[in-house]
């Protein structure tokens, strides 16, 4: 379960198992879940998705089988050589 906000402020708890796709429109994010219904939230799409893989990392925690894209490991900025950030450019 995800915690989104719909546009009155208003608390709502998803189940992100039932997410079927994420669309922006405007500043708003609708959710499509797999019973037809469309929730409106204010959260950007970023944050939905993030908040559904966080969730189901913790449904997969110490399960024998772990889907790919929660085995990959996070995303860190290029180090040099010397430790600090490659400078760009």
């Known amino acids: 379960m995800i915690h989104l906000?719909?546009?009155?402020?208003?608390e709502t708890v998803i189940n992100a198992e039932?997410?079927?796709s994420v669309e922006t429109h405007g500043s708003e994010t609708?959710?499509?879940?797999a019973?037809?219904?469309k929730i409106v939230v204010t959260e950007?799409?970023?944050?939905?998705?993030h908040k559904t893989i966080e969730y189901k990392k913790t449904v997969f925690a110490g399960a024998?089988?772990?889907p790919e894209f929660l085995r990959r490991p996070p995303l860190t900025p290029a180090l040099s050589p010397h430790g600090?950030?490659?400078e760009k450019g």
């Open 5 to 10: 906000h719909r546009l009155n402020g208003q």
């Open 18 to 20: 039932l997410i079927e």
């Open 30 to 33: 609708v959710l499509t879940l």
């Open 35 to 37: 019973t037809g219904n």
């Open 44 to 49: 950007p799409v970023t944050d939905v998705v």
């Open 64 to 66: 024998s089988y772990l």
């Open 84 to 86: 600090g950030e490659r």
